[in-house]
């Protein structure tokens, strides 16, 4: 679901040109139409159903390696491939789990920590050549959860600061990927577990909400408690949140900082969205279906902003799971790393980039 995402959105992107496709061997060779169950409402580009798909390791590439790839990949393939392509020179944006914690990997929403970007200068792979030389690195995005938590939480962190945070998730079934879940497990229900994504949660926030230092990052040290369960609904993941802030805070202070932050304004990125945090009035908002696609599905939505009796405050986020929680993050990781220049030291065997970028 997340690979026909970055399809969707990388072919009608103004800066990006999609010139290769890769998948296992079961895929490989075939045209990507044959290959590929096509599940988005968007009908499948006629030109991608025509590629051939390649085979996904840097050996098997025919003609140029592509200056940047988007990884969607199990974690278990992702930990063996991606490490192999960013040593070949690539470019690697990935939306796996593999490599996320790992110390020298940027872990970033670019509203939040786009400052984590600057521990690509010292980034290598152990075993397999330094990368400095070729201009190959990895950059990863969060778990789906996180990444639109750790919007809405972004502008509290730096106001008033985090001490802990309690959060419970209402998990879309997209997030399971094709075919997810069952229906009759699914259906009427809601299951109250997910494998790894209550540690992923409360492991990513603390790196995500870090900061920067000598070329490490710094962990924030709120504790985190998370419970995720999986809910019949389509896309949209929902979150309710309770927070305890370091300074205290009133209603109209806590809406300003939300109200008020829009760090990548200027930087005329075509993924970013105008108002990354958009506060929804109403004592049943958000909710998926009316609220996952604002800023293009691209905006963490929050309401029912309230006391909480326990910690502080305690409201309601929710944020497109496969886009924002997924391709389209890793979408505007890239304009990022292009507007830094972070892509001009790509050196490849005929390969170069331009204002068309080949991914």
Known sequence: MVGQRFIHLLERHPWFEVSWLAASDRSAGKRFGEACRWKLEAPLPKRIAEMTVQSNVPEGVVGELPAIIFAALDAEVARELEPKFAAAGCAVISNSSALRMVEDVPLVVPEVNAD???????????????TGGRGGFVVTNPNCC?????????????RFGIES?????????????????????????????IRNEEEKLQEEVGKLLGRLEL??????????SAHCNRVA???????????????KANRDEVLRAWEEFRPLDGQHLPSAPEQPVEYVEGVDRPQPKLDRMRGRGMAATVGRLRPCALLDWKFVVLSHNVIRGAAGAAVLNAEVLARLGKFDKLRMTGATVREAVRV
Request: with cysteine; hydrophobic share 45%; proline share 4%.
């Open 146 to 158: 996180a990444a639109g938590l750790v919007m809405a939480l972004k502008p509290l962190e730096e």
């Open 116 to 130: 984590h970007l600057g521990m690509l200068e010292g980034q290598s792979w152990r075993g397999l050549g330094n």
């Open 233 to 247: 609904v389509e896309d949209g993941h929902t979150e309710c949140v309770s927070v305890k802030l370091t300074a």
């Open 215 to 224: 070329g490490r990052v710094k962990r924030l040290e709120a504790k985190v």
């Open 165 to 193: 945070l309690f959060v419970s998730t209402m998990q879309a079934v997209s997030g399971a990927g094709y075919p997810g879940v069952a229906s009759l497990d699914i259906l009427g229900n809601v299951v109250p577990f």
